[in-house]
Structure formats: C-alpha cells, structure tokens
C-alpha cells in the first residue's frame, strides 16, 4: 500500500489565487511527521512546511499553511495569493517515527503551473 | 552558512564505467541520506548514515551500488559497473538530529549512462 499519496499529477492556477494540494498517508506509528517541498524546473529540493502529528495547531511558514486533519489522515499543502515563481512539482513526504534520521517516504507529487 | 554540496553537478559515462558521486552535508548534521530520482520510480532513498555509520541501505538496487562516509564532512556514492537504467538524478540530504526534522536537499547529480 502506498504510504503517501498525492492525487493530483498536475493542476493550474490563476495568479494571486489560492491553490490547495492533497496529500493522504498511510501509518501505524502514532508519532510522525510530514512534509512539503517545492521542486522547480531547476531541480533543486526546497523545503516548505513540517507538521508532527502531536502538533495542535496547523503549521504555517509565510504563504504556505498546512491543513492537517488527523482522524483523515489528510495533510494537504496550502498555498495563499500564488505567484509565477511557485510553478513547479510538490512532493508530500512523511517520517515514521521522532529521531531526525527515519527516512522520509515521497509521495507522486503534483505539478503546479501558475498563470499569469 | 553553504548547503549540502553536490559533485558533480552532471555526469555522462559509457555503460560498464565506474561512476563516483560525492557529497559534503551542512557542518554539523549528523545524518545523510541519498535519494534517487525517476520518472517512473519518483524519488527513492537509497541509503542513509548516522554519524559516519550506514544504518539502511534497503534501498540500494543491487550490489552494484556502495556508499561510503569515511568522515562527517563527506561521503560517496558509486555505482560499479554503471549501466543504461541507472541515468537519474541522484540527491545528497543532511539533517540534524537535535532540529526540527527536516532534510536539507543538495543540488543533485544528473547522471546520464550510454
């Protein structure tokens, strides 16, 4: 069973809109931790937000918020007032476990393309 | 501060070569991670390392692959003989154990086997 999956291969989105990409894993472990990177065409890894799964609140870095819902295990990445520069792919990943060095498993990700 | 260097940045090789690809972590992480990269297979994590030590490496293909990490400063990924169906993008990650968890990518190394 695949343990993150991100639904969407590929979306648009107007400028200065909001876009909201889905992302639902898959664990037994009570303690976990998920994540989002941005990987423009120029192929480096950036990464955005992290949420642990005993956080309370919804994480938030800037334009990007997290929508965590646990009971669905449903982590989807929101991006606020999109800009041409946030077109590129978004992977969701998810560590199992608290210590730094459990691997991260990826998900699919999603392409987005912002237009102008 | 740098981030995780990668080198090189690309390779091409003729299948049946030896390929080395090298990493530098951020000073002071204490884990590295290498990921691979496909259309078909997405990213993939080879192997990592903590404090210098191999600690999974259910991910490397075959025994073609071998990773090393001889100090904390750096580490290696080669592929020997390469073949055709190992082209990918090959990533360096670090992390610190004691942060907030997240994995600090390096610019990948695109290989290219003939």
């Known amino acids: 069973a695949q343990k993150i999956t991100q639904t969407q291969p590929g979306m648009f989105v107007q400028e200065k809109e909001a876009v909201t990409l889905d992302c639902t894993y898959d664990t037994s472990d009570p303690s976990y931790g998920l994540f989002w990177y941005k990987q423009p065409s120029s192929g480096e890894m950036i990464f955005l937000i992290y949420q642990g799964s005993y956080d309370q609140q919804n994480a938030t870095e800037g334009r990007y918020s997290l929508n965590f819902q646990k009971a669905r295990k449903s982590a989807n990445l929101v991006i606020s007032a999109s800009q041409l520069g946030d077109s590129a792919m978004y992977f969701c990943a998810m560590r199992e476990g608290w210590a730094a060095g459990n691997k991260l498993t990826f998900g699919g990700g999603t392409r987005v393309l912002v237009k102008p | 501060d740098a981030g995780v260097i990668q080198s090189p940045r690309h390779e091409v090789t003729e299948m049946g070569q030896e390929v080395t690809l090298r990493c530098k972590p951020i000073?002071?992480?204490?884990?590295l991670f290498w990921y691979r990269q496909t259309m078909m297979r997405g990213l993939e994590l080879l192997i990592y390392f903590n404090n210098n030590v191999p600690i999974d490496d259910s991910g490397m293909p075959e025994d073609r692959f071998s990773a090393k990490m001889p100090n904390a400063s750096f580490s290696t990924l080669k592929i020997q003989p390469s073949e055709p169906r190992d082209s990918a993008v090959y990533f360096c990650?670090?992390?610190?154990?004691?942060?907030?968890?997240?994995?600090?990518f390096g610019p990948g190394t695109r290989l290219t086997v003939l």
């Open positions: 000073s002071g992480h204490d884990y």
């Open positions: 990650a670090s992390s610190f154990s004691r942060s907030r968890y997240e994995q600090f």
